[in-house]
């Protein structure tokens, strides 16, 4: 089965991203795959106190997917898989493109922001030539509506 994979972080933009995976998989018969990165400078100190920063990191994460995956399962009826990886954000991201197959189209949501839309699609678009999968970029900004007319 093809997957729509998206990261999960702490941004607006990440909500959009979530719901337009979900709609289009819900659509088109696939699969989510919800992928969040810990960045490995979050656990530069103590090896004890590192590790228990890294459990609460992977805590907030897991609290975070079930609110996005309570609504995918009972509004879409799309059952979504958590992976969580450590590491550069964008090479974690590469990497698990890369490592799982059944992984089709990767969805990023950008920042409705005059800097920009976002470290990730701005380092993402620069490589999207040599990604194996194509890359879907959902405005932040983009309304619920508008949403469901395109998926």
């Known amino acids: 089965m093809r997957k729509f994979l998206v990261v999960l972080d702490d941004s607006r933009e990440c909500l959009n991203a979530m719901q337009f995976a979900a709609m289009r998989a819900a659509h088109t018969g696939a699969g989510v795959e919800i992928l969040s990165v810990i960045p490995p400078d979050e656990f530069n100190h103590w090896i004890g106190v590192g590790d228990i ?18 609504w995918m399962r009972d509004k879409q009826g799309v059952d979504p898989e958590l992976v969580i ?8 991201i590469l990497d698990q493109v890369n490592d799982d197959p059944a992984i089709g189209v990767l ?3 950008a920042a409705a ?16 030539g040599s990604l194996p999968i194509p890359i879907t970029i959902v405005p932040g900004d983009m309304s619920r509506e508008r949403l469901k007319a395109i998926t």
Do not use: S
Request: proline share 7%; glycine share 8%; no cysteine.
């Open 53 to 70: 920063m890294r459990e609460e990191a992977r805590e907030r994460i897991e609290a975070h997917f079930e609110v996005f995956a309570k």
């Open 107 to 109: 969805v990023l949501g």
């Open 85 to 92: 990886r450590e590491g550069d954000p964008l090479t974690e």
């Open 113 to 128: 922001d005059k800097k920009g839309p976002g470290p990730l699609v701005t380092q993402l678009t620069k490589n999207a």
